[in-house]
């Protein structure tokens, strides 16, 4: 029952979210603001990780081919289908679900003890719009991170691959083109839009409703990194099945 409850709140404060907006002048603001602080606040920790995992794909690729039967560009055939298909969109989704929820959360939830969402709702202002909406038109802007992360993970695994003495520039770059489907990149960034949406409204939504003090706020943001991945994984699952079956 308790996790109906949840739901329904959770629904309910996406629906409140888009009504009576704030005026535009007042949302552009806090719209770019909100792009500074979530996407490019996150273009370092992603561009990192994104590098050197790159990196490790095509070294343990290359480590685990013994046999000479297997073709030479398969390192850099694995390095592509792994962070195109699953590392860049979904794993670099956990990571922000840990980096930018708990920003969210934290900030959203230290407003509702300070009685700063009480003092907004009683000036007349919607502050599910006020808060959450620029969020959301914020994170539209994320597709650009899994992209670079897509771009860094691939050139990661190029110069472990080659400057390792792992395989040789012709046979990765043969491998990046062979058997390409565009459509697993229009794949990638639908689950990625979806994404964005969760990482935009499930810590707004912990961080709104949580109760308590300061002790709380730390609750809160550890309750949405876990409802967050959760919910990443198994959205990731549904389209998935969905869109490659």
Do not use: C
Not at 107 to 112: A, H, T
């Amino acid at each position: 029952m308790k996790y109906f409850q949840h739901i329904g709140s959770y629904f309910i404060m996406i629906k409140r979210v888009f009504s009576s907006f704030t005026k535009r002048s007042v949302l552009k603001e806090l719209i770019f603001k909100e792009i500074d602080d979530l996407i490019f606040g996150s273009l370092g920790i992603v561009a990192f990780i994104s590098f050197f995992v790159g990196g490790v794909i095509a070294i343990q690729t290359a480590l685990n081919i013994d046999n000479p039967l297997i073709p030479a560009y398969l390192v850099g055939y694995a390095t592509r289908q792994s962070i195109i298909l699953e590392f860049a969109p979904t794993f670099i989704s956990i990571i922000m679900a840990g980096k930018v929820g708990s920003f969210i959360t934290s900030s959203i939830g230290s407003m509702r003890v300070t009685e700063q969402i009480d003092a907004l709702e009683v000036m007349g202002i919607n502050s599910l719009n006020y808060l959450v909406f620029p969020k959301i038109i914020a994170m539209l802007v994320y597709p650009f991170i899994i992209g670079l992360s897509m771009f860094l993970g691939i050139l990661g695994g190029w110069v472990a691959g080659v400057y390792g003495g792992f395989t040789t520039s012709t046979d990765f770059i043969t491998g990046l083109q062979e058997d390409f489907i565009p459509f697993h990149l229009t794949y990638a960034f639908i689950k990625t839009f979806v994404f964005a949406f969760i990482l935009a409204t499930v810590p707004s939504w912990q961080g709104y409703y949580m109760k308590g003090g300061a002790l709380e706020v730390g609750k809160a943001s550890t309750n949405s990194f876990v409802w967050t991945s959760v919910l990443i994984i198994f959205t990731n699952f549904i389209i998935t099945q969905l869109l490659l079956s």
